[in-house]
């Protein structure tokens, strides 16, 4: 008789992962080796973030797993919220550019591009991941509250927000502050190159270094939600 299609996937075991990436103008540096040529921060950066939730090599795919995607520079913006559809985030991980930017190419400065609003950016994704947090996923059968929830963040500089007149914008550890009660991780990777060796085939920095002020604040980040 007739049967129903579809596939079930019990989310009880799984958690909730916002992805924040920066997409500042630092992220045109290239300093990183992917498949033999040099490469931008920001290709390297979402090739990894590609491989982490879909699978490749060693990375076994987040196939169980809300993940979701916070792009930020003079603005934090959600191009993607927390989803099962993991191949709908890869394509809008891959259209993910800095502003100013198409397809690898710079075709205008934007201004847009010169702030890194590092601390708005982990507010947003808090709120994300707060949501999750208290509710089932809307439409997607049988998913759950999330159990565990996760921040990545990926960027190669400090904060740098834009002045706005009258506004105050969040410190970023005092936004990390604010996760850690709500029981959010944040694991921060610092994306930048300062290596000619290539390392297992894959990329490797090739040049550069790190600015002593950032890799404080990040440290400093991961350190305040445990």
Known sequence: RPQSGGEYRDMSEGIAIQMVLDVSCSMATEDFIVSGRNVRRLDAVKQVFEDFVLGRGSLRGRESDLIGMTTFAMFADTPC???LDHGSLRDLLRDTEIPGWVQGRQVRQQEEAGYTALGDAI????DDLRRAGEQAVEGVPGAEAAKSRVMI???DGADNPAPFPGVTPPKPIE???VAATLGI???TIAAFG???Q??????????GGFDPVAEATLKGIASATG
Request: without cysteine; proline residues 10%.
């Open 175 to 177: 936004a990390a502050k």
């Open 185 to 187: 991780k944040v694991y």
């Open 198 to 207: 290539r390392q297992q085939g894959f990329f490797a920095p090739t040049r």
């Open 81 to 83: 919220p927390l989803t």
């Open 123 to 126: 507010v947003l994704a808090t």
């Open 194 to 196: 300062n290596s000619p």
């Open 153 to 155: 963040l990926l960027t």
